[in-house]
């Protein structure tokens, strides 16, 4: 949840950060 635009980055990445 840090990054606003982890949806870009994907998903996984968005629940593993």
Known sequence: ???P???R???S???GR
Do not use: D, E, F, P
């Open 1 to 3: 949840m840090k990054c």
């Open 13 to 15: 990445t968005y629940q």
């Open 9 to 11: 980055h994907g998903l």
């Open 5 to 7: 635009h982890s949806k």
